[in-house]
């Protein structure tokens, strides 16, 4: 009979946690290759190329080998190994072939001209707000094609473009002949500009988009319609919260039923409440992530359970509403993140198999990585998939050490925050020198409202096309609730002691993380200094541990006895 590894008895399917170091190391070649070799993608093609060959060699070599007994150990060691070495080959594949791509790319040598040039394109992002000053408008798009002197040459360059005027008549999906001056970005997330020529016919649509991207700007458009008659805050944090658009980022003016344009957002009440949200640490509830795909699939789950539906239809809903939420909300590396994971809950679902959150998160980071190379240097993609892992890993342990000394909810609810914080913290003092102390306190007085005003959002988008009068009602009551997260902000992120100055780029990272490190130890000696302590008290019958009430068990030992001697005992 075999004799079965203790790992295979204690293996538990949601906390597989051996994809992880492929994930890792899949994030930091390509990180490395990004921020230390730049575009010699030649080099990098060739080293991948050559492991490739040494990894293939040394699997002929055991595939030749006699079969024998191993230690089971051993063999463990050795199939992780194979694994992250295949990971690497791939990530140093996926690196070099997108380097040889961007190198040759035509858009690159005609923004390091700065030439006049004509790009063929096709839109993939919805209008917004310009990032630039002497500009009215922004679009991300798709390159297809560059016409310079007469000559056409192929690109598949991803750039942004920016225009003014009647140049900002861009539809998502439609493909457009684009005259404009290219150039390298100074700031964003895209690494090519195209700043649009004021001339008239600078803009061509040579492609009407599809029914489906059609549709999908139809209820944006409306359901902004309706945010823009709110008063104040409603209309700069309802499209945020449900969207991930801030209200001050949507481009003006688009026409309302009254042939009337909307009127400018004030910008300095807008960027001083986004300073709020920042200090105070709830800025991420602006930004579409896997909340929103988790508050849709757990309704359309509880529908069917109630409609005595099958697994599979239920599956089948949750992933239309999956790909449905994936093209309304404005597109982010968070909201593909939340898109990818959650196709493998989809899955999951399907076969019939319990949720494997970890999993899930190593498939989706590895194959998002290998597919778009570009996402190793995201701080959007970066701080969503920390905050998952901190969540999936720590957040049992810290509700558990939490739940000994205040309520259980309250607990859970802190322990999220907490657990999301910790991997997110050395990321965010890269982007921002600061630490928002008072960020666990704020996520838990705006919790309770949180998922209702973002049914209350996602509702209004749903109807706000065909039923404005209904949608401007929902976007009403959502703005209450948007009111909570506004004076919580300005309440917590304005007093002296919300954020922490911290040192910025890496070295902040760096010692950000190394604080972490050492408070987990701390906090490690402590609690087994505390369980040696307790331990001197010899062994209870049995040979268990003696029996020690935590605080929250005797607060709850004398709330019951106080209200059984006030009211009486309670009859059953």
Not at 298 to 313: A, E, I, N, T
Request: hydrophobic fraction near 50%; glycine fraction near 10%; charge should be positive.
């Amino acid at each position: 009979m075999r004799r079965h590894h203790s790992y295979r008895l204690r293996e538990r399917g949601g906390r597989d946690a051996r994809l992880l170091p492929a994930a890792a190391t899949v994030w930091t070649i390509l990180l490395a290759e990004h921020m230390l070799f730049g575009t010699k993608g030649m080099t990098w093609l060739a080293a991948g190329v050559t492991v490739m060959a040494i990894v293939l060699g040394i699997v002929a070599i055991i595939g030749a080998t006699p079969s024998r007994p191993m230690p089971t150990a051993i063999g463990q060691v050795l199939w992780h190994g194979a694994v992250i070495i295949a990971a690497a080959c791939c990530a140093l594949a996926s690196g070099g072939f997108h380097d040889l791509a961007a190198v040759g790319d035509p858009m690159v040598s005609a923004a390091d001209a700065e030439t006049e040039v004509v790009v063929l394109l096709d839109v993939t992002g919805p209008v917004m707000a310009s990032s630039l000053r002497d500009m009215d408008c922004q679009t991300d798009a798709q390159v297809h094609g560059i016409l310079s002197d007469g000559v056409r040459s192929a690109s598949s360059a991803r750039i942004r473009v920016y225009a003014s005027g009647d140049a900002c008549g861009w539809h998502q999906g439609g493909g457009y002949a684009v005259e404009g001056a290219a150039r390298h970005a100074r700031f964003g997330d895209r690494p090519l500009w195209l700043v649009v020529d004021d001339d008239r016919g600078a803009v061509v649509r040579i492609r009407e988009p599809a029914w489906w991207d059609a549709a999908v700007e139809r209820l944006r458009g409306a359901f902004l319609e309706q945010t823009d008659r709110l008063p104040g805050q409603g209309r700069i944090l309802v499209p945020g919260l449900t969207l991930g658009v801030l209200g001050q980022d949507v481009y003006r003016p688009h026409v309302g039923e009254d042939g009337r344009a909307a009127d400018a957002v004030d910008e300095t009440a807008a960027r001083l409440m986004e300073d709020d949200f920042k200090n105070s640490g709830i800025m991420h509830l602006m930004a579409v992530s896997g909340g929103h795909f988790v508050l849709v699939a757990s309704l359309v789950r509880r529908s069917g359970s109630m409609l005595l539906m099958p697994r599979q239809v239920k599956a089948a809903g949750v992933a239309g509403v999956y790909v449905v939420l994936t093209a309304l909300v404005y597109p982010s590396d968070s909201v593909l993140r939340a898109a990818v994971m959650g196709g493998f809950g989809v899955a999951c679902m399907l076969l019939g198999r319990p949720g494997q959150a970890l999993a899930a998160l190593n498939w989706t980071v590895i194959a998002s990585l290998l597919l778009e190379p570009e996402l190793a240097h995201s701080y959007g993609f970066a701080l969503s998939c920390a905050a998952v892992y901190g969540i999936v890993i720590l957040d049992r342990p810290i509700s558990q050490a939490l739940a000994a000394v205040m309520p259980g909810a309250l607990a859970q609810a802190a322990s999220i925050t907490i657990a999301a914080q910790i991997p997110t913290l050395p990321i965010q003092v890269m982007m921002n020198p600061g630490i928002p102390l008072l960020s666990v306190p704020a996520n838990l007085l705006v919790a309770p409202v949180v998922s209702l005003t973002t049914l209350l959002g996602l509702s209004a988008v749903g109807v706000s096309w065909f039923a404005p009068p209904l949608g401007h009602g929902l976007v009403a009551v959502a703005s209450a609730g948007t009111l909570l997260l506004q004076r919580c902000a300005t309440l917590l992120g304005r007093t002296r002691f919300s954020v922490l100055p911290w040192h910025d780029g890496v070295v902040g990272a760096a010692v950000m993380a190394a604080f972490e490190i050492l408070v987990a130890l701390a906090v490690t000696l402590i609690r087994r200094s505390v369980r040696r302590w307790r331990g001197r008290g010899g062994l209870a019958a049995g040979g268990g541990r003696p029996y020690v009430p935590t605080p929250m068990e005797r607060l709850g030992v004398w709330w019951r006895d106080t209200r059984a001697m006030i009211f009486g005992p309670r009859r059953r």
